[in-house]
């Protein structure tokens, strides 16, 4: 039997995160999406509460306490109070956890113990392509073999916090497969570019890729010669995904609440009219139902099972349901929903970006 309940650790780790986001992130982050910047100090605060480095190996500096579905708990607990500072506070998994899983030896020695410093490091990954019918199992990036080195070309975009990484994990297509490649900043043929307009999420920073005859050494390749097992990577990314979606229609749905609770017309809360009533218990089943699906497919991803499936179900749900509740807590404040000086318009704006996400997330 399944048991979702939070041990004791847990508990303390998530309602730290809980801390973190009522008292940090929602005092500053309507200013960070207006002004399109995050300041470093909450980057740095979110990076030492320790998340990542718990995950990592003891061998390598670490804890060694890795659990997707602690990280689930975590994740949503912190996009509750901003999607945008999450992501670029995890911006680093998005390297730690593929080599964690899927590295070689000398790939974890090497990268590992830069998790467990201070400061997070700036490492990045780019999955995402500028594509109308954009998969991550059928990319348009390429990785060639030649001699001792790959030739990596194509275009990737939404990558976060690459104008400053000092290695980019490069998601390629390989003889049919996608692959890994670590490529250190400054590579010749790879090209940061301008950073992207986005619809929401405008507080991170994320950039195009270009990269044109961008020549690495073959042992870059994450994983060695055996490469990487991507769905579970994908899967991964999409816990992280799915709790952070989690976390943004909670949000929507409270402050709808609250809203209702206290917007009196005709005499009474809106709250008692059966309409508005009906629409926030569906919201709060949603969530719920949203919620299992993630905490399911993280304890499989824990148990070491396939969750493919399981995952790919659970993205369409998630997709679905971070929407309509955003929408939906808009309608609760009618007219007041569409005004930037209320944060629901903005939680919607940042729920349609979650059917473009994948890779943009991992724990």
């Given at each position: 039997m399944l048991d979702f309940r939070p041990d004791e650790e847990q508990k303390m780790l998530t309602d730290t995160i809980a801390r973190?986001?009522?008292e940090r992130l929602r005092k500053v982050y309507r200013d960070a999406e207006e002004e399109g910047e995050i300041p470093a100090a909450l980057v740095q605060a979110g990076w030492e509460i320790g998340l990542l480095p718990t995950a990592i190996p003891e061998a390598y500096g670490g804890f060694g306490e890795y659990s997707s579905v602690t990280g689930?708990?975590?994740?949503?607990?912190?996009?509750?109070?901003?999607?945008?500072?999450?992501?670029?506070?995890?911006?680093p998994n998005l390297v730690a956890v593929p080599v964690m899983l899927c590295g070689t030896e000398a790939q974890r020695e090497e990268y590992l113990p830069r998790f467990c410093n201070e400061a997070p490091p700036k490492l990045t990954a780019a999955l995402i392509e500028p594509l109308v019918q954009f998969s991550p199992y059928r990319l348009k990036t390429t990785a060639v073999r030649e001699g001792a080195e790959?030739?990596?070309e194509g275009v990737k975009t939404f990558v976060p916090l690459a104008d400053e990484a000092e290695a980019i994990l490069i998601y390629a297509n390989e003889?049919?497969?996608?692959?890994?490649?670590?490529?250190?900043?400054?590579t010749p043929g790879l090209t940061v570019g301008k950073r992207d307009k986005l619809m929401g999420v405008k507080a991170l920073t994320t950039n195009l890729l270009t990269l044109s005859d961008c020549r690495i050494p073959a042992e870059n390749k994450l994983g060695g010669e055996a490469g990487i097992d991507f769905s579970l990577l994908l899967n991964h990314s999409r816990v992280a995904l799915g709790a952070a979606a989690v976390?943004?229609?909670?949000a929507g749905f409270e402050y709808a609440r609250d809203y209702?609770?206290?917007?009196?017309?005709?005499?009474?809360?809106?709250?008692h009219r059966?309409?508005?009533?009906f629409m926030l218990a569906d919201m709060a089943t949603e969530i719920?139902?949203?919620?299992?699906?993630?905490w399911e497919v993280a304890w499989m991803l824990d148990q070491g099972q396939d969750a493919t499936k399981e995952a790919t179900i659970m993205k369409q749900q998630i997709d679905r349901m971070v929407v309509l509740v955003a929408d939906r807590a808009v309608q609760v404040l009618g007219g007041y929903g569409y005004i930037r000086e209320y944060p629901v318009e903005l939680w919607l704006r940042n729920a349609r970006g979650f059917a473009s996400f994948d890779g943009l997330a991992i724990i």
């Open positions: 973190f986001a009522r689930a708990l975590a994740i949503e607990e912190m996009a509750w109070g901003d999607l945008a500072v999450t992501l670029a506070v995890m911006a790959y030739v990596l003889g049919g497969h996608t692959q890994a490649f670590l490529v250190p900043a400054g976390g943004v229609a909670r209702a609770k206290q917007r009196v017309q005709f005499g009474e809360p809106i709250a059966q309409s508005i009533a719920d139902e949203a919620r299992l699906l993630v």
